[in-house]
């Protein structure tokens, strides 16, 4: 059964949206541009992959002399000519090749320089930090064994999900192992990046969502993504943005230009504000932490990220209510998870609906938490402050449009997003108000699109169902208003919006970052073998299949 999920996993190894690499590695091989043969490059933070090339050719050459092309991938090896060639892993910096006799691989490096080398007795490729390669010898056969035996192991974790849902999950389980890198800075950390293509850190708010699907079969490994998000408080109790191998991304004096210039080409009218500002994640750390615990308890654990978690909900209230109003704003788009929402084209600092609802939710957590594991602590104020929180929230709600708004520099922003949904998570909102979101769900002129939930309406002149956040349909929106809805009393509907959004994912492909809410595929500009899509179908799938 291991190896048929594996087998699953490979029928969407296409080496195109999906590249062949391994659990730690920085290798990643995807198919050449002109169909003959493979690329190779590296995976490294803020880097394009274009500008990480270690190969541009790797073509693979029979004992007649005829290019043997891919005929089969699979997570452990690469196929050529139907077996006479195989590629794999030698060690997470080390490709290895072997094949017939008379068998040779052409190698054409970025800087223009051809070579080639017999097969018949193995050959490896050892790529360094600096991108050069070295080629060494070694045993091939050894080689696939120990890679078998790592992705054997990986997929013995995969959980057992409903039969249509099995294949997907594989992929999305292979996903979330393929998208393991080691953090050196942090020792043998194994931090899971939203992406080795392009996303190569640990984000906060990722690592929340992957935990999340990663508990089903790798517990002890969810924990770590949380460990990891937690372990670098500032010292006001702010949690940073990013980890990654050069430190952490928690103020906008850390942004690298490519990042400033980025968010300015991105579609707000907001540039980055000349003070520096934090930069962290919305609170969903007590809600991700709860999740992990609910499927394999550890109390010390559970102890120990509570206090950090606890100090950085104190630090939103005491170092992130801009306006000192009492609620807690962002103060740059980064802080949200939705970069370019339209809610941010007005001035900074924004209030919105789905940091209040994440805010009211954590305090209630932490709440519970506590009283879990610090039997006698005083929850008094965390439930009183989410209270307060809450009658808050309740003052963005518009009932002249029947919707909640954000409010950026006091200014209401009448974009209607899926931030306005997410005060469903509370559970705890008038009756009124919760059926008014429901229906706005149900809408087909709003939110109730052919493929699901946009993150923008699609009657409002800021929709386009191609930009980021600001129309596609993306896997946690989905999957927290889902929550919202069950909290709020709707479970049929949550479950309705569940199975929409596991079909999405199968119609479309694979777990990319984001997808046309009107085609179901995936969107022109986003990422493929996506972390938290690929945990979160997971995660949905479990639930679907109970």
């Known amino acids: 059964m291991m190896t048929d999920l594996a087998a699953l996993a490979g029928r969407h190894l296409d080496l195109v949206s999906a590249p062949f690499t391994l659990p730690r590695s920085r290798v990643l091989v995807f198919r050449a541009d002109d169909g003959e043969g493979v690329r190779v490059h590296t995976s490294e933070y803020e880097r394009r992959l274009s500008e990480c090339r270690v190969l541009d050719a790797l073509i693979v050459i029979g004992a007649g002399g005829e290019v043997l092309p891919v005929t089969d991938v699979h997570p452990a090896r690469v196929s050529f000519g139907g077996g006479a060639v195989t590629l794999t892993f030698a060690d997470p910096s080390t490709l290895s090749l072997g094949g017939a006799p008379g068998s040779r691989v052409r190698l054409r490096r970025p800087d223009g320089g051809l070579e080639e080398h017999p097969l018949d007795r193995g050959l490896g490729l050892h790529v360094a930090a600096d991108r050069t390669v070295a080629v060494v010898h070694g045993d091939h056969s050894a080689a696939l064994a120990a890679t078998e035996a790592i992705w054997t192991e990986w997929f013995a974790k995969c959980p057992r999900v409903r039969d249509d849902l099995q ?71 702010q949690l940073p943005d990013v980890v990654h191998e050069l430190g952490v991304l928690a103020t906008s004096d850390d942004l690298p230009e490519s990042d400033r210039a980025n968010l300015r080409r991105a579609g707000s009218q907001i540039a980055d504000p000349s003070a520096p500002v934090p930069l962290t994640k919305p609170p969903l750390a007590a809600w991700a932490l709860r999740k992990v615990l609910d499927v394999e308890d550890a109390p010390d654990y559970a102890r120990r990220q509570l206090a950090r978690i606890v100090r950085s909900q104190d630090w939103w209230f005491a170092g992130s209510d801009l306006d000192h109003d009492g609620m807690p704003e962002y103060g740059h788009p980064y802080s949200s998870g939705l970069d370019d929402s339209p809610i941010f084209d007005g001035p900074l600092p924004t209030a919105a609906p789905d940091l209040g609802a994440y805010l009211v939710r954590q305090d209630r957590e932490i709440a519970d938490l506590l009283r879990r594991y610090e039997p006698g602590a005083d929850v008094s104020r965390f439930e009183q402050r989410a209270e307060t929180s809450q009658e808050l929230l309740l003052r963005m709600w518009d009932p002249e449009r029947g919707r909640f708004l954000a409010f950026g520099g006091g200014e209401p922003q009448l974009s209607d997003t899926v931030v306005g949904l997410m005060p469903l998570l509370t559970g705890t909102l008038p009756t009124s108000i919760a059926e008014a979101l429901r229906a706005a769900v149900d809408d087909p002129e709003r939110f109730a699109l052919p493929w699901g939930l946009p993150t923008v309406a699609a009657s409002d002149p800021d929709y386009s169902d191609e930009r980021m956040w600001r129309g596609p349909v993306w896997v946690n929106t989905s999957m927290l208003v889902a929550e919202g809805l069950e909290a709020s009393g709707y479970p049929e509907r949550a479950r309705e919006l569940r199975e929409q959004t596991v079909a999405l994912v199968i119609h479309g492909g694979g777990p990319h970052e984001y997808f046309n809410p009107h085609t179901g595929k995936k969107a022109r500009t986003a990422t493929t073998a996506f972390g938290w899509s690929a945990a979160l179908f997971v995660d949905l799938a479990v639930t679907l299949s109970r």
């Open 167 to 237: 294949e997907m999950a594989a992929f999305c389980w292979w996903v979330l192992g393929a998208n393991i890198v080691e953090l050196p800075s942090l020792g043998d950390a194994r931090a899971i990046v939203p992406s080795k293509i392009g996303y190569v850190g640990l984000w906060q708010w990722d690592a929340y969502f992957i935990a999340v699907g990663l508990r089903h079969g790798d517990p002890e490994l969810a924990r770590e993504q949380l460990d990891i998000a937690f372990r670098f408080p500032q010292p006001d109790g």
